[in-house]
């Protein structure tokens, strides 16, 4: 890992953790840079990344204040939310997969609603897939896959980077996030999907979609809670 990657890890946990309050001015980069051992071109990367991210407020000629990550976090701020310190937030990943549930529902809805042909025989196809593979590291890559295809199907362009920008964490963590647990179980599950948004049965895929992703949510509950 870089320096650079350290100091921005080690920052953006103590804006997380509240030892920075919204609104209170940071150590300068000169202090941040001695109290962490590490180069001022090493801070001043870290705070441009958290810049970036909302959490800071710098202005020329004045220190940088913090700002609200409740306020103004995007997210890009969840998938450091749900693992702080390298455990998980049973807490936050709850919402996660809370909100992924209501996601992927209505994803499969507007989906049958808007997909053309080609996109149908595409999700038929990925089912298919899906149900060929017994291991779950594979089956998790073809889960997104199938979403990722769903999304596009359902001519959303906002779910479409929401999935963009949570896939990096999706498979950073899939160790720890075993949606796809048990391939063989959730086969007809994605089966029944694709062909509710094949035949335009809205009502049908969303049900589906919400079934799907709510036995997903249980295995991540039991899986964290042995």
Known sequence: MLVSDQVFRTLLEALLAGRYAPGEKLPTQRALAADLDVTMSSVREALKRLEQMGLLDVRQGDAMRVRDWRAHGGLDVVAHLVLRSGAVDPGVLGDVLEARELMLR?????????????????????????????????????????????????????????????????????????????????????????????????????????????????????????
């Open 106 to 226: 209505e994803l499969a809805r507007l989906a049958a609603q808007r997909r053309d042909d080609a996109e149908a025989v595409r999700l038929v196809e990925l089912a298919a897939t899906f149900a060929a593979t017994d291991d779950p590291a594979a089956a998790q890559a073809i889960d997104f896959a199938f979403f990722a295809a769903v999304a596009e199907a359902a001519r959303n362009i906002v779910f479409v980077l929401i999935l963009n920008a949570i896939r990096d964490a999706y498979f950073a963590h899939a160790d720890r996030v075993p949606v796809t647990a048990e391939p063989r179980a959730l086969a007809p599950r994605y089966t029944r999907l694709a062909a509710a948004i094949a035949r335009r049965d809205a009502d049908e895929a969303a049900a589906t979609a919400f079934a799907l992703a709510a036995q997903q949510t249980a295995w991540v509950r039991e899986a964290l809670a042995r």
